[in-house]
């Protein structure tokens, strides 16, 4: 009669808090025959745990303290990668231990998977595996690639040194990424037409772009830091919310693609956010109802950039509206800089802002705008040297300004042309 009583329970939902769910079955890579700390590959006793793991229904594959060397391994659905603290997957710097030399090599790799989880406090190491034939005559394999998942949890853990991208997701959706700290390499996460994810308290030092890749769908980024030696977001996504992160620039880890071509190599990092919809992705979706909530920069380049004609990976489709709110950025270097599509569909909106160029580069406009629907600004304050205009806007529709300040303050502090309909509020007294 017992397990009649439990199943009736747990349909009524009447189980007692002190019932506590079945422990997962573990399969630490140990018993498979994993070493640590040696220089024989450990891929073929890691693959055995994951496949035992994944044949067995699920649970959790364990690597503990230790350096466990590896090749391309491949995951499995209701399987958990757990890395114990002070323990190190360690990527194999020779590239073809991950397949075939191709694109889509990676240490770890997923494809048409449910419910995949990788989860630290471990790290993940990528050894700078280089590529002589991959792109840029140097990028190797991706630490983490996965398509056409679904339900994934990447957490705790570090992820350094890639060969390539540190989190790579195509088609996939319903991701959580979560108090991951990512270190040098290429891009941080790398998603193409992915929808639902949640990026939260995760910290981004990149050689390249922290969060990139378009056509995606119902982004979330919260409480995260963002710093980078190209842009924190090189994205494409329609319904964006970035709340309560910090940016800041130079970047901790050099630009490896500059530096291949010579020289020390790149660090100054290059915008905030970047409008990305390269017209050799075929992109689908523009980039619409960004809300980019209480967040500080500092020391960037540029707040954002678009130009639906001459910018880079930005002409496959147009960024449409755009709203900051509560945001600082402080010693910035270029205007925030738009060229809209001809159909006017790009509505700026900055309430409760403050920007300032650096004192080597005030004399610019702060805000240069061109081809628009309608700019809001709402108590705002735009900083430069004072010599030019901080507002500079051209063929649009409708500019609506409300205690805006220029400073320092001068006599035309607005430059406004062919606007369709112009309002401006009475300064306070």
Same mark, same amino acid.
């Given at each position: ?50 496949? *035992? ?175 980078? #030696? ?30 291949? #071509? ?24 523009? #980039? ?117 300040? *220029? ?7 607005? *430059? ?14």
């Amino acid at each position: 009669m017992k397990p009649t009583i439990v199943c009736a329970a747990l349909a009524l939902g009447l189980t007692s808090p002190a019932v506590a769910a079945p422990p997962a079955a573990e399969f630490p890579i140990t018993r498979y025959g994993a070493t640590a700390d040696d220089e024989r590959p450990d891929t073929e006793a890691i693959q055995r745990a994951i496949d *035992a793991c994944g044949a067995a229904g699920g649970g959790v594959v364990r690597v503990p303290k230790g350096r466990f060397l590896s090749g391309g391994l491949r995951l499995a659905s209701n399987v958990r990668l757990v890395l114990d603290r002070d323990a190190v997957l360690q990527g194999s710097t020779n590239h073809l231990d991950y397949g075939k030399g191709g694109w889509n090599d990676a240490l770890l790799v997923g494809e048409n998977l449910n419910n995949v989880a990788i989860e630290g406090p471990g790290r993940i190491d990528g050894a700078d595996c280089q590529n002589p034939k991959g792109e840029e005559g140097f990028r190797g394999p991706h630490a983490i690639r996965l398509a056409k998942c679904e339900n994934i949890a990447i957490a705790g853990l570090t992820i350094e040194r890639a060969g390539n991208y540190a989190v790579l997701c195509r088609d996939c959706a319903a991701a959580t990424i979560e108090k991951v700290s990512f270190r040098g390499g290429h891009d941080g996460v790398h998603a193409q037409a992915c929808g639902k994810f949640r990026v939260r308290e995760c910290d981004f030092r990149t050689g390249d772009d922290c969060l990139a890749g378009c056509d995606n769908t119902h982004f979330e980024v919260v409480g995260c830091k963002i710093n980078s #030696s190209c842009n924190g977001f090189r994205l494409g996504c329609l319904g964006l919310l970035v709340k309560d992160c910090t940016f800041w620039g130079p970047g901790e880890h050099v630009h490896l693609v500059s530096r291949r #071509s010579g020289g020390p190599g790149r660090i100054n990092m290059l915008s905030a956010f970047v409008h990305f919809a390269p017209k050799d992705r075929n992109p689908k979706l523009p #980039s619409d109802n960004w809300l980019i909530q209480n967040c500080t920069m500092d020391n960037v380049d540029t707040v954002y950039g678009y130009d639906i004609e001459r910018g880079v990976w930005q002409t496959g489709q147009p960024a449409k509206r755009l709203r900051f709110e509560g945001v600082k950025a402080t010693r910035v270097a270029q205007p925030l800089r738009v060229l809209g599509d001809a159909e006017r569909q790009f509505d700026l909106t900055l309430e409760n802002v403050s920007i300032t160029l650096r004192d080597d580069r005030a004399d610019r406009e702060v805000l240069n705008i061109e081809r628009f629907g309608r700019l809001t600004l709402r108590n705002v304050t735009l900083a430069n040297g004072g010599k030019v205009p901080v507002l500079r806007a051209r063929n649009g529709k409708a500019v609506s300004l409300d205690r805006v300040t *220029a400073a320092p303050e001068r006599d035309a502090p607005f *430059a406004l042309e062919q606007i369709g309909e112009i309002r401006q509020a009475a300064k306070p007294d």
